[in-house]
């Protein structure tokens, strides 16, 4: 079975300032894939950013960028720059089931 | 394309009702999930389906929740009967099969159950 735990339930950031939102995962797939979505306050879910596990370069979206270590089974997201519209929940998930984990509620203050 | 499609958006209904949600999944994707989501438990998988055949319904909650995909692009999840623990946003997502490749998500169907 696949499992994501992402163990920070708030984080708390200044505009500009960069955030590290934890994600760690098990699996016993050799082939996974990693994503990080985005829930704003009204409620839609957004896709951020994908990590495919044989991917060897740390995958990168514009301001977003997932911090990828295999070894230690972790797929960090790091929101670079943050402004204020990044405030919401974000989720990390694994496939090929697509389980999510818990999220972490980010909020953003100027 | 309109993206995933769910109805009804809102829903309420009296416990021991029949429940019926519904979803149009993106033309052409080959993998259909279904959600809940709770303040208590998160977003949890109930259903996925690959090519309308179910893959993994372990995350059924219980045998009152069934899904069906008759075809590539309708989608039902019923409970029946109904009870006020079932209250949440159900949500919908397709994509294309495959571990490299994100799913899309409808806009959800809040469900009450008073």
């Known amino acids: 079975a696949q499992k994501i735990t992402q163990t920070q339930p708030g984080m708390f950031v200044q505009e500009k300032e960069a955030v590290t939102l934890d994600c760690t995962y098990d699996?016993?797939?050799?082939?996974?894939?990693l994503f990080w979505y985005k829930q704003p306050s009204s409620g839609e879910m957004i896709f951020l950013i994908y990590q495919g596990s044989y991917d060897e370069q740390n995958a990168t979206e514009g301001r977003y960028s997932l911090n990828f270590q295999k070894a230690r089974k972790s797929a960090n997201l790091v929101i670079s720059a943050s402004q204020l519209g990044d405030s919401a929940m974000y989720f990390c998930?694994?496939?090929?089931?697509?389980?999510f984990g818990k999220g972490t509620t980010l909020s953003v203050s100027s | 394309d309109a993206g995933v499609i769910q109805s009804p958006r809102h829903e309420v209904t009296e416990m021991g009702q029949e429940v019926t949600l519904r979803c149009k999944p993106i033309?052409?994707?080959?993998?259909l999930f279904w959600y809940r989501q709770t303040m208590m438990r998160g977003l949890e998988l109930l259903i996925y389906f690959n090519n309308n055949v179910p893959i993994d319904d372990s995350g059924m909650p219980e045998d009152r929740f069934s899904a069906k995909m008759p075809n590539a692009s309708f989608s039902t999840l019923k409970i029946q009967p109904s009870e006020p623990r079932d209250s949440a946003v159900y949500f919908c997502a397709s994509s294309f099969q495959g571990v490299n490749t994100e799913a899309f998500f409808g806009q959800g169907t809040r469900l009450t159950v008073v």
């Open positions: 033309s052409g994707h080959n993998s």
């Open positions: 699996t016993s797939d050799q082939s996974y894939g």
């Open positions: 998930a694994i496939r090929t089931a697509l389980i």
